[in-house]
């Protein structure tokens, strides 16, 4: 399932990320993939000890933290530091899986990788192509957002974007750990969690209805969740 999270950032929190990665070392991206990736990809990422890598990804960190909706949809237990892509010319990444376990090379991070995210930091009218098309159980979704915004979907999935032919498309993207695993116990999580802030916006948060179904919410996520 995707999700779409409209407007982490604003026009000027893309820009003050722009800042920082546009003038970064970009490198060809294969520099960090393994062989079948690489067959696949042809873009630029910053490399991801880059000063403007770490710089950008901190904001980028902060402004998905703030996001109570990327919160809820995604239950985040571990985040994999940001990086950064940017595709032009035709470059494209062609269908690949992303890799299950995800090491930060010199240091003991390790993740399984749930969800994976990307957030889009260029005007979707400044390019040509560059859909994510993610392949999931309803067929291909072409995603293609305004600068600000991301979208999280199943790190299990197929997933390819479309050679950009005109123009640049910069983002930044990321993997997940969740603290619930399972793709189909998160959505229940999420859809009762949506349910119950509008129910409670309705009825006020002392409303015993209100109170029992975060009950519910919560014995669900502590059966349910590795914390
Ligand atoms: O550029 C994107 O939106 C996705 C990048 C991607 O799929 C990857 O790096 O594995
Ligand atoms: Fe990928």
Do not use: C
């Not at 999270?5 to 990320?17: E, M, N, R, T």
């Not at 032009?88 to 003991?108: C, E, I, P, T, Y």
């Not at 957030?119 to 009218?125: A, G, K, Y």
């Not at 009825?203 to 519910?216: A, M």
């Amino acid at each position: 399932m995707l999700i779409v999270l409209p407007d982490i950032l604003d026009p000027a929190g893309v820009a003050q990320v722009r800042r920082v990665i546009d003038a970064g070392p970009w490198a060809d991206g294969n520099a960090t993939s393994g062989p079948q990736a690489a067959l696949a990809k042809r873009n630029e990422q910053l490399p991801e000890d880059s000063g403007a890598a770490v710089e950008a990804g901190r904001m980028v960190l902060d402004a998905l933290g703030r996001s109570p909706l990327f919160v809820a949809a995604a239950l985040p237990l571990k985040v994999y530091p940001p990086l950064f892509n940017r595709y032009a010319g035709g470059q494209a990444f062609d269908v690949h899986v992303d890799n299950a376990v995800r090491l930060k090379r010199g240091s003991d991070f390790r993740m399984r990788s749930d969800l994976s995210l990307t957030l889009f930091l260029e005007d979707p009218d400044a390019y040509d192509g560059g859909e994510l098309v993610v392949e999931d159980l309803y067929g291909e979704q072409r995603v293609k957002l305004s600068a600000g915004s991301a979208v999280l979907y199943p790190a299990s999935s197929l997933h390819r974007v479309e050679p950009v032919t005109r123009g640049a498309r910069v983002a930044s993207f990321l993997w997940i750990q969740s603290m619930v695993r399972d793709d189909g116990e998160r959505r229940i999580l999420f859809d009762l969690d949506r349910a119950v802030q509008r129910v409670g916006a309705d009825k006020g948060q002392g409303d015993r209805s209100v109170i029992e179904l975060t009950g519910v919410y919560h014995n669900l996520l502590r059966r349910w969740a590795d914390a």
